[in-house]
Nanobody, 126 residues
Framework: PVQVTESGGDLVQAGGSLRLSCTTSTRNFKALAMGWFRRSPGKEREGVSCIGSVIKGETTYYSDSVKGRFTISRDVAENTLYLQMDSLRPEDTAMYYC?????????????????WGQGTQVTVSS
């Protein structure tokens, strides 16, 4: 199994920025497709942004709610996935989870993703 650990959540004012980080235990980082999901109280888990594996081509996906504000990226040398979040809004408040799957990942089907982190809380105040 792949261990996934995310960090970087914090309390921030609306309009501010945060960068989330996610590290994994695998030695085969290039084979992982990875993504960021979030869940806020009373809402279903939402796929925020995903990126394909390096080997299969790093196709990116963004949900409509974050497109143009969030950027997903990967540092292969550091085995780390990032989510740069700019122009944050109160509705971005949620627990953010990093997730991984070998080769490909479907941001719209979180139930099909195998490996999950414990989550990091992002709170955006108005």
């Amino acid at each position: 199994p792949v261990q996934v650990t995310e960090s970087g959540g914090d309390l921030v004012q609306a309009g501010g920025s945060l960068r989330l980080s996610c590290t994994t235990s695998t030695r085969n980082f290039k084979a992982l497709a990875m993504g960021w999901f979030r869940r806020s109280p009373g809402k279903e888990r939402e796929g925020v942004s995903c990126i394909g594996s390096v080997i299969k081509g790093e196709t990116t996906y963004y949900s409509d709610s974050v497109k143009g504000r969030f950027t997903i990226s990967r540092d292969v040398a550091e085995n780390t996935l990032y989510l740069q979040m700019d122009s944050l809004r109160p509705e971005d408040t949620a627990m953010y989870y990093c997730a991984a799957e070998y080769w490909t990942i479907d941001c719209r089907a979180p139930d099909q993703v195998q490996y999950w982190g414990q989550g990091t809380q992002v709170t955006v105040s108005s």
